[in-house]
């Protein structure tokens, strides 16, 4: 699945940076009902990980009430080079990951 | 003893020296979203300050709300945000999502899309480095389309 | 909700007699982008946070992936699609000298698939529609659109404007009753808009999801309870042209935000 990925490319050592991530996922709540009254089952992301370098530095957990195709800014303190991780666990098994790297100067 | 205005007043300010518990707000939401607030927070009190909730006032549309949750905070090692727990009281399920920070966030400060089924509270809390919640809640007013297509 | 909203429609179709027809002058057209809030605005204007890029993003990969029993491309025809396909976008829907016919991009890419990969049609507003789409149009983002200017066409513009000054519907509503007269009133809470589809494919926050013009026009339908056309139907195309055409000049914005 698609993923968007907004990491600066470069940054000075002890920066505060942003990071926006994107990714493509119904969010299906679980409380909907099709036209002829079946309830169209949950499927969802229940949980996001960013790790730094190996080590998670951000986590979250999405309920139903999640938009779409969720997005989640958060920052971050640029301590050293390297590599951003983001994992995406949902319902049925669901998972995807995406990565961005950054050179701290 | 009748309280005269001066013994109202030193009475008032007394009461700012002592932290405030404000728990009035909560109150007002349905049980179920105290029930899960409750869940997260346990027993201790919730004060109302340091965080703010950037959200539309009137929503575009409720399926895909932008909303920033921000907290004052140092975040030092040893003053920080450990976590903000936004939830909602009118959609189906009173939360929203759990966002988990450290020192080394820097920031304490995230954004996400949500879904208002409802013209309704949005209940922001944080929760520091020394255990203690601090609250915020918005009022949001959610408008729908005009012109919504059949569902599939 | 509905009861609500059929009075509010009502009220709309009450008023309506009283007003003028009247087309808008090209000086005076906006985009449903300056019709919508700061936080839209910034949703579209960022491609990192604009979902609809997800979508691109998509299209871009099929557009080099072989199908059908042909076992060919996109690419392998048209190459660098950031080349072959700015501006393409902007004129369509485009007359098709074969069908004698304008046909919509979503056509143009079946008919490619049909004629060239071999490969199955895909549905309408599937994901792999959408996404080819997106990706093409996406390559005249910010060319201004030129639909409607070939002669050929000129019929079946006429007949969309036919389309979208007959009223219709059980509320009696045309088209331009809305979108030529009362645009930034609103209709609920909704600012109506003057419908100049400079975005589409676009991502609605209302759908959760990417979505054709020909998705928004039977929406339109359902809304002043008419019954809305089939997708590809040559109503819906002409509507679509007309609405191009109308547009013409402004800059493509695929894909676009709305809520």
């Known amino acids: 699945m698609a993923a968007l990925i907004n990491v600066p490319a470069k940054a000075k050592r002890g920066d505060i940076i942003e990071i926006r991530t994107l990714t493509s996922h119904i969010m299906e709540t679980g409380f909907r009902r099709t036209m002829d009254g079946a309830l169209v089952p949950r499927d969802i992301i229940t949980s996001f990980t960013c790790r730094y370098n190996g080590a998670e530095i951000f986590r979250a957990d999405l309920f139903p009430a999640i938009a779409a195709n969720p997005y989640l800014s958060f920052f971050t303190v640029a301590k050293e080079s390297g590599k951003f991780e983001f994992e995406w666990i949902g319902d049925n098994g669901y998972s995807s990951t995406a990565s961005a790297s950054i050179t701290v100067e | 003893m009748p309280t005269t205005r001066r013994q109202f007043l030193s009475l008032a300010g007394s009461i700012t020296v002592i932290p405030i518990v404000t728990l009035r707000p909560l109150e007002a939401t349905p049980a179920m979203l105290n029930t899960v607030i409750r869940n997260v927070v346990g027993e201790a009190s919730i004060r109302t300050g340091k965080v703010k909730l950037d959200i539309p006032p009137l929503v575009e549309n409720g399926n895909t709300v932008p909303m920033t949750v921000s907290v004052a905070s140092p975040m030092t090692a040893d003053d920080y945000v450990k976590s903000i727990h936004v939830f909602n009281e009118k959609n189906p399920q009173p939360n929203i999502g759990n966002f988990y920070l450290n020192p080394s966030s820097g920031r304490a400060q995230i954004s996400t899309r949500i879904r208002l089924a409802d013209t309704q509270k949005v209940v922001a809390i944080a929760r520091l480095s020394d255990d203690s919640f601090w609250q915020v809640i918005a009022d949001v007013v959610v408008t729908l389309a005009a012109c919504t297509e059949e569902v599939n | ?259």
Request: aromatic content about 8%.
């Open chain 3, 1 to 259: 909700m509905n009861f609500w909203r059929a009075i509010m429609l009502a009220a709309l179709a009450a008023t309506a007699p009283a007003l003028l027809a009247g087309e808008i002058p090209p000086d005076a057209r906006r985009s449903g982008y300056s019709f919508m809030g700061p936080d839209t605005r910034a949703m579209q204007d960022d491609d990192t946070s604009n979902p609809g890029m997800l979508f691109v993003l998509d299209g871009e990969a099929l557009w080099t992936k072989k199908a059908g029993s042909a076992d060919k491309a996109c690419a392998d025809c048209h190459g660098d699609a950031r080349n072959s396909m700015k501006g393409v976008a902007a004129r369509y829907p485009a007359f098709d000298k074969t069908l004698a016919r304008p046909v919509t991009l979503d056509q143009r890419i079946n008919l490619c698939r049909a004629n060239h990969q071999q490969a199955a049609p895909l549905p309408y507003e599937s994901r792999d529609i959408l996404a080819l789409s997106a990706f093409v149009a996406h390559q005249s983002r910010g060319v201004a659109i030129t639909a409607g200017d070939d002669p050929q066409a000129k019929p079946f513009v006429e007949q969309g404007r036919n389309l979208f000054m007959q009223r219709e519907g059980q509320l009696n509503l045309a088209c331009t009753n809305c979108h030529d007269d009362n645009f930034e009133k609103r209709l609920a809470g909704s600012p109506i808009t003057q419908a100049q589809p400079t975005g589409y494919p676009l991502y609605r926050l209302e759908w959760q999801t990417l979505g054709s013009l020909e998705r928004r026009l039977r929406s339109c339908m359902t809304g002043v309870r008419a019954q809305a056309y089939d997708y590809g139907t040559p109503e819906l195309v002409a509507l679509e042209l007309y609405l191009k055409a109308r547009a013409r000049g402004m800059p493509m914005e695929t894909p676009a935000v709305r809520p």
